[in-house]
């Protein structure tokens, strides 16, 4: 109906972000939840209504669903090394239970919850689709697997309609987390721990929002995972080339060994980790070059009508006059004439 309104959790976020803007554009209101009055503030001129809450706190958590048509759950904590493994648990694991339990008792319909690709890690036989099999390696993908497995049992127990969306390694424009790598390749310090031939799978987080849509309107399905990806998976080498050709300077080639590279990580976290700061060098920064991350995405084209809309040149053009028109990275300088 016109007048539904939907509940957008971690709002705030780069994925919750893009879905507020993608269900605005279809003319959708949308309930923003977020943590602190700084989110609200800058989300109040975007959405239709704005509600702080916590996932840790369930009793503040009724304001935030009651009334909604459906519940769009994002919210949840990424990989920090300062956060403790019970802050991961509290948030991304029962901090579903506690969204659902209110959603629930609110009487709210649907609930499609966002988990990661990362439930299945390294794929040793790629391409992987739905059914291969979860070997979760680190906190942030173990209690990400558990806060599925707990949405899950609520679809199939028919306590609220709904599936999980297992997004692949999401990027888009005005990305923070990606800024560093395209910074790297344009100033030429790039280099590859091992090869560069392992195989990477981005997403647009603007084909993210456009899945969940589908997802919600979907009401059909339930109890069902999907990978959401882009057109292809890529080798990292064909990653950086790219990039590198869109940028106009040289690509990477340095190439420097697995083995010292990580246990030159391994001693940073050891060194680092009793003092809670943030280590420059972390073995699944290491494992980013070695480990296959690349997905089936047919199953969401068949049952969602899910497509991406660009292939990676596309996506990557997007990114880069994104991250120059704020400053992130510099205007190519203009080639010197001969007098």
């Not at 089936?296 to 991406?308: A, T, V, W």
């Not at 997007?318 to 300088?333: H, M």
Request: proline share 6%.
């Amino acid at each position: 109906m016109a007048d539904d309104i939907f509940l957008v959790t971690g709002a705030a976020g780069f994925v919750g972000n893009a879905l507020v803007h993608h269900l605005k554009s279809e003319g959708i209101r949308v309930r923003a939840m977020v943590r602190t009055e700084a989110q609200a503030e800058a989300l109040r001129p975007i959405v239709d209504e704005v509600v702080i809450a916590d996932l840790e706190a369930p009793e503040t958590l009724a304001p935030a669903v009651a009334g909604v048509a459906g519940v769009y759950h994002i919210a949840a904590v990424f990989r920090v090394a300062a956060i403790p493994e019970e802050t991961f648990r509290a948030i991304n694991a029962d901090g579903v239970r506690h969204m659902i339990d209110a959603a629930v008792a609110a009487g709210v319909p649907r609930f499609i919850h966002c988990s990661t690709n990362g439930v299945h890690s390294d794929i040793d036989h790629p391409p992987a689709a739905e059914d291969y099999p979860f070997k979760p390696t680190d906190i942030y993908q173990v209690t990400k697997l558990e806060g599925e497995q707990i949405a899950m049992e609520a679809y199939r127990e028919g306590r609220i309609g709904g599936v999980a969306l297992r997004p692949t390694m999401v990027y888009g424009p005005g990305d923070q987390r990606t800024l560093k790598m395209f910074r790297l390749i344009a100033q030429g310090r790039f280099f590859y721990v091992g090869k560069g031939e392992a195989l990477t799978h981005w997403v647009d987080v603007r084909d993210v929002a456009r899945a969940f849509h589908l997802a919600m309107e979907a009401t059909h399905l339930n109890a069902e995972a999907f990978l959401i990806g882009g057109k292809r998976y890529m080798t990292l080498a064909e990653n950086a080339v790219e990039i590198a050709a869109q940028l106009g300077v040289s690509e990477p080639s340095l190439r420097l060994p697995v083995g010292p590279m990580m246990a030159l990580a391994h001693a940073t976290e050891i060194v680092c980790k009793p003092f809670g700061i943030e280590p420059p060098l972390f073995r699944r920064r290491v494992a980013f070059f070695i480990k296959n991350r690349a997905y089936d995405i047919s199953k969401s084209r068949r049952m969602l009508g899910y497509e991406p809309r660009q292939d990676f040149a596309g996506e990557v053009r997007d990114i880069i006059a994104a991250y120059r028109a704020s400053g992130d990275l510099p205007e190519p300088r203009p080639a010197h004439r001969a007098a």
